[in-house]
């Protein structure tokens, strides 16, 4: 366990303690930190391998400071690790901020998980997204601004990607926006213009505001029959890695750390961008990130520890980050309605990003 000066332990905050966490707990103690994991279930499964054990809602932030503050003289206090996203963050920015630990601001993580207020300010902040109106019922669109097709997606959800919709016309609204409110916690619905191009993730880290670029991955998205958006899978590395294209992403990235005043903090960035095209934000997720991609892709596609390398960033024991190369290698899903964890999966590796594209177009047809 790696010590400081004062001889205390180094330790890291886990929001949440579920099977998606062990792997993030499990790296976090092979790199020597000891590790206070939080987690409403008594039985959280990350709870045997951590330090300490914090019974307590990953979205009260109080109680898990007060806690911290109890345990302060046993730990020096570090840096938050966080695979959830949503409330979590800001319980993380809160957490930060009792602690004066470099990190993202409240008010700013608040903006960020709400997708009608992230829309709202990147209009004001002039940061390419798309045109959107946030209402709480039908009757507030206004329909001399809307246009076909368009997206409809709950502003705050727990689970990414659900409750999203392409709607081709005034017909299918209704039943995208009750599936927009079903998906969301606060009743507010995006009814956003519809950008076309491809799907596209950055995974990056920000260290003392400058953003740290790891991997440009493709979002492997389909829209199914009914108009809703079913996330199928994750591609590495992106068709635009390399490209004119990627640089983009990654300075509309650096936009984004710069208005929001990001600190330490890892960095999921949606977008979609057009061949020879500008990038459009989607969305933001101020978390490590899921879907498998550390369990089953990474693997598959290099020898670099990419999760250690975001897990030592967010200690703050990263000043910078090496060039990690990628192999081809593309993560599919199988089975539409279950949740990410419980659907089956294949990994397909290639030799060139064109043969992993056709091997991937076979499994779509």
Known sequence: MIMNPTSLPLGVVCLAGGKSQLIVVQKAKELGYAVLAVDRNPNAPCFALSDEQLVMSTYEAKPIIDKLHFLKDKYK?????????????????????????????????????????????????????????????LAEIDKSS??????????????????????????????????????????????????????????????????????????????????CIRFNGIAVPSVFSGQ?????VIELAQQVVERFGLDRTAINMSCRCETRGTPKLIEIHLDIGGDLFYEALVPKSTHEDVLGIVIKALAGDLTDVVEVNFTPAALLFEGENAPIPKRSYIVLTASDRGTLETEISKRYT
Not at 244 to 248: F, G, P, S, W, Y
């Open 244 to 248: 004119a294209e990627e640089i983009r």
């Open 146 to 227: 809307l246009y076909f097709p368009c997206v409809v997606k709950p502003a705050l959800s727990l689970v990414g990607k659900s409750g999203v919709c392409v709607v081709s016309d005034s017909d299918e609204l209704p039943a995208a926006f009750g599936a927009a409110c079903l998906a969301g916690m606060n009743g507010i619905v995006n009814i956003e213009e519809y950008v076309p191009g491809h799907d596209l993730s950055l995974l990056a880290v920000v260290i003392e505001n400058r953003l740290h670029s790891i991997i440009l991955r493709d979002e492997l998205n389909v829209v199914t029959e009914t108009g």
């Open 77 to 137: 206090l570090i840096g938050i690790i966080n695979r959830s996203s949503g409330v979590p963050v800001v319980t993380a920015a809160k957490i930060c901020q009792a602690f004066m630990l470099p990190g993202t601001s409240p008010d700013s993580a608040a903006i960020v998980t709400d997708k009608s207020r992230l829309m709202k300010a990147c209009k004001e902040y002039g940061i390419a997204a798309p045109v959107c109106q946030s209402v709480s019922s």
